[in-house]
């Protein structure tokens, strides 16, 4: 294949980007449409079609005065044909066994047919997702009720998989200082702004009562529960084996969104059809719900 940094190669890498994005069956760019997307010379587009169809990355079929139609994509020789032989993702902290299930799956299944996978680990969906409007990653794993905190506010984010009930996280419950009150007027609400998932739940379930939101980061929250700094917060069952000594824990209430506050999403930007359609090449929801179950039955050792 051409050398990825000089002309040719790049325009190989924008060509393979514009068929990404391009539903199987359907008509192609015609070069001039390439040549001028792709800010490129006529010969250099025609000879990126000709690199991707004798690698086997892409099968074309020309009809005629109907364009030319993408029929079939190996995304793998795509990403090789590219010289992209890497995948950067970004998740929470892997401190349950539900998310080093997930890490693990994401590892060993992003690490196969000659790609590389890297994961890094970051508090809070907002980071992450800046890291991925920075382009320090690829993907971001968040749940998907988040996903759609972000979409509502205008990101342009794409799920790239979208995975069971529990894949994300368990259920979230009440983690109360006084086990008998009943009452929140006037309570001390802890609320992790950094978490989308935690601060939505917490409005949600505190929407119609009197109470003073008070500034947290998640993690804290147990420690300000015990010194009588909080009243009460929302916690992520997965955690309650953390020291919660002298605390109760009830069940939150139907708020609509349970559901997909537990369901992991793997997300790229809308730009990005190319990281996409690699992720859904490598993985599906099946298969990261596999890897993931093993691991937390402890069937399988984590490695990320």
Not at 38 to 67: I, P
Not at 146 to 155: F, N, P, V
Not at 162 to 186: E, I, P, Q
Not at 197 to 210: G, I, M, N, P, V
Request: hydrophobic content about 40%; glycine content about 8%; some cysteine.
């Amino acid at each position: 294949m051409a050398d990825v940094l000089n002309k040719a190669g790049i325009t190989t890498q924008r060509v393979a980007v514009k068929l990404c994005g391009i539903p199987l069956g359907t008509r192609i760019p015609t070069v001039s449409e390439l040549q001028e997307s792709c800010g490129a010379s006529r010969g250099n587009v025609q000879k990126a079609l000709a690199a991707l169809k004798d690698s086997g990355a892409v099968t074309l079929e020309a009809h005629g005065q109907n364009g030319t139609l993408l029929t079939a994509v190996d995304y793998l020789s795509l990403a090789d044909a590219c010289g992209r032989r890497h995948l950067v993702g970004t998740m929470p902290l892997p401190y349950t066994r539900r998310y080093e299930g997930l890490a693990t799956a994401l590892y060993t299944l992003f690490n196969e047919g000659g790609m590389r996978s890297f994961i890094t680990f970051l508090r809070g969906s907002e980071a992450r997702v800046q890291m991925l409007f920075d382009g320090s990653t690829d993907y971001v794993v968040m749940s998907q009720m988040a996903l759609e905190e972000y979409i509502r506010a205008g990101c342009d984010l794409e799920v790239a998989l979208t995975c069971g009930s529990f894949s994300y996280v368990g259920r979230h419950v009440l983690l109360v200082a006084d086990a008998a009150r009943t009452d929140w007027s006037g309570a001390r609400v802890g609320i992790d702004e950094s978490s989308v998932d935690q601060s939505s739940l917490t409005r949600r379930y505190f929407a119609d009562e009197q109470v003073d939101y008070v500034p947290v980061q998640y993690t804290h929250i147990v420690n300000m529960l015990l010194a009588g700094e909080l009243d009460v917060g929302i916690w992520n069952e997965d955690d309650v084996h953390m020291k919660t000594s002298g605390l109760a824990t009830r069940p939150l209430s139907d708020l609509g969104a349970q559901d997909s506050n537990t369901r992991a999403v793997v997300v790229v930007r809308a730009d990005d059809p190319f990281s996409r359609q690699l992720i859904r090449s490598l993985a599906s929801a099946e298969k990261i719900e596999d890897i993931q179950r093993q691991v937390m039955e402890g069937r399988l050792a984590a490695r990320y």
